[in-house]
């Protein structure tokens, strides 16, 4: 009995040993790699760090990047999620460091996508069906360049389409508003109502206002009632939520009121929101209002944050109200002007500055660039402040080299939309000429003299893609080219986008690259973007979109 008990028990180790044998293998193997939650294999992964380097597989765990390498990263980590990139471009998601993101109310009408007037009027045909007679119907984004009429629409054609409906449909760029007569109406505006301060209501040969009115569209908008909260958070949640789809992940939402924030906040805190990171920058308003709103910064988190403070020095080209040094083209001495004061103007930013605050300027004309420019700078010597990170918004024309050596010197930054170069070519051509229209939105001259540019949308379109084609080709819609000693590369029209985008948030640390330690934000490409012939930059698509490592968007 023993003996045999003896050799039952050894053989019966035997077998175990030899089934455990390869199982005991494997769990050591398998215990010797590094959990990761995200493996991103077999790709061209552009880092956009300092030496634009490029590797095949990137490790992501709890959002952020922990390593990028050649495929043997494979052997080191294991990872619920393991994906085949199939030779895919992956870089650092688009961050838009100008643009502008809000909920829309029922009675809004998307007009970016709108081709003529005629299409304008059925849509607001079928918008007043809906809302019924007497209610006020909103739109955004026409521009005369886009349609077949190749004009402005005017009073007369709203009021085609619903007399008895007040309209107002504010101008791709938000400088100007088409608006019904029944709107008119409603705002006490008649053809002897004298232009507003900084505005003008357009008028017709014989003096009769057309329904444009330029700069000062408020007066009508302010009469259209509220939405209702829960109508513009859900909105906001789509038109946030669509920015995935563009490839990008971050952005800067320009000129909000402090007021604003909580239904930002109140999204964010949503569960399993899918939805880019947001820095909301505040205009300014009075010096009570700073600092209700100074007392918040270092409020937020990753996803949502307060920015700079946002500053309106001039209007633009759709206006047109740039504050230019020169008349415009064939309009006697019209120069544009500023949206305040001088003196008011000057004040403001040396308030601001003086409480601490990092500001985003937004000037467009030489003149106002230059004034904008001087006024920094005195400020600056009067009161230094280190790594302000001021930046000038759009900089839509070149000023004088002594203005861009000022800006090097004292650390102002710019951010910058050649996208415009794109889609308001016809704006630059019916007002400026020569060298001033050649130069538009300038890049590779700031870059030249030593000034951060980064690149953005506002929303103009808001692809970012439309930015990077523009800044590398130079070209407009209709394919006519404008100086091209202001093309930058491809490379540098991505670090644009990205990494200098990051800068000016204060998180270059945080994100803009691919590199360990940064948040796993990121976009894979289903063209190769650094070889692709540029004509075809705008045809790539976002395949996916990533935010801190979690797939947030699948083509
Ligand atoms: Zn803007």
């Given at each position: 009995m023993k003996n045999l008990s003896s050799v039952f028990l050894v053989s019966a180790l035997i077998i175990l040993l030899a089934a455990c044998q390869p199982e005991q293998e494997a769990s050591s193997a398998s215990a010797d790699k590094i959990t990761a939650d995200l493996i991103l294999s077999n790709g061209k992964i552009v880092s956009v760090d300092e030496a634009f380097s490029i590797h095949d597989t990137i490790v992501v765990s709890e959002g952020r990047i922990v390593e990028l390498g050649d495929a043997s990263l494979l052997d080191k980590y294991d990872a619920a999620t393991v994906r085949d990139l199939g030779g895919k471009t992956l870089i650092p998601g688009f961050i838009d460091s100008h643009t502008h993101i809000r909920g829309r109310p029922q009675r809004y009408i998307e007009l970016?996508?709108?081709?003529?007037i005629a299409e304008m009027q059925d849509l607001i045909r079928a918008k007043a069906a809906e809302l019924g007679e007497g209610e006020w119907i909103t739109g955004y984004g026409w521009s005369e360049d886009e349609l077949a009429e190749g004009r402005k629409p005017l009073r007369g054609d709203l009021d085609i389409a619903a007399p008895n409906n007040p309209i107002t449909f504010t101008r791709a760029g938000g400088h100007s508003a088409v608006v019904s007569t029944s709107a008119l109406e409603l705002a006490n505006i008649t053809d002897e109502t004298p232009d507003p301060e900084g505005g003008v209501f357009e008028r017709d040969e014989n003096g009769v206002a057309n329904g444009i009115i330029r700069e000062r569209q408020g007066i009508v908008g302010r009469l259209v009632p509220d939405s209702t909260y829960d109508e513009l958070i859900a909105s906001l949640e789509i038109n946030l939520g669509d920015l995935l789809a563009k490839g990008i992940t971050s952005i800067t939402d320009a000129s909000k009121r402090p007021g604003e924030y909580a239904m930002w906040e109140e999204l964010y805190a949503k569960p399993g929101v899918k939805l880019p990171r947001s820095a909301i920058q505040f205009q300014w308003f009075d010096p009570e209002g700073i600092a209700d709103v100074k007392a918040r910064v270092g409020d937020g988190n990753e996803f949502l944050k307060i920015g700079p403070i946002k500053v309106f020095a001039d209007g633009g080209f759709t206006g047109p109200a740039a504050f230019t040094k020169e008349p415009y083209l064939n309009q006697g001495d019209y120069r544009g002007y500023l949206n305040m004061p001088e003196e008011e103007l000057v004040a403001h930013i040396n308030e601001i500055h003086d409480a601490g605050w990092q500001m985003g300027i937004h000037a467009i004309g030489d003149a106002a660039i230059e004034l904008v420019v001087d006024t920094l700078a005195d400020a600056l010597t009067r009161n230094p402040r280190e790594d302000h990170r001021t930046y000038l918004n759009h900089f839509s024309m070149r000023p004088s080299d002594e203005t861009m050596e000022k800006m090097a010197e004292h650390g102002i930054h710019i951010t910058q939309q050649p996208n415009f170069t794109y889609t308001l070519e016809g704006r630059y051509v019916a007002n400026l000429d020569g060298w001033r229209l050649e130069h538009n939105n300038p890049v590779r001259s700031p870059m030249d003299h030593g000034i951060h540019v980064a690149i953005s949308s506002d929303?103009?379109?808001?692809?970012p893609l439309v930015g990077i084609y523009a800044a590398v080709t130079r070209k407009g819609m209709s394919g006519r080219v404008f100086g091209t000693d202001e093309a930058i590369t491809i490379q540098e029209a991505i670090q644009g986008y990205t990494i200098k985008g990051a800068f000016l948030g204060f998180e270059e640390d945080l994100k803009g690259s691919l590199e360990p330690g940064k948040l796993a934000d990121m976009i894979v490409l289903s063209s190769d973007i650094l070889t692709?012939?540029?004509?075809?930059?705008?045809?790539?698509?976002?395949e996916q979109t990533y935010v801190g490592g979690e797939l947030v968007y699948q083509n």
């Open positions: 970016s996508e709108v081709s003529s929303i103009l379109p808001i692809g692709i012939d540029p004509e075809e930059i705008m045809d790539i698509e976002i």
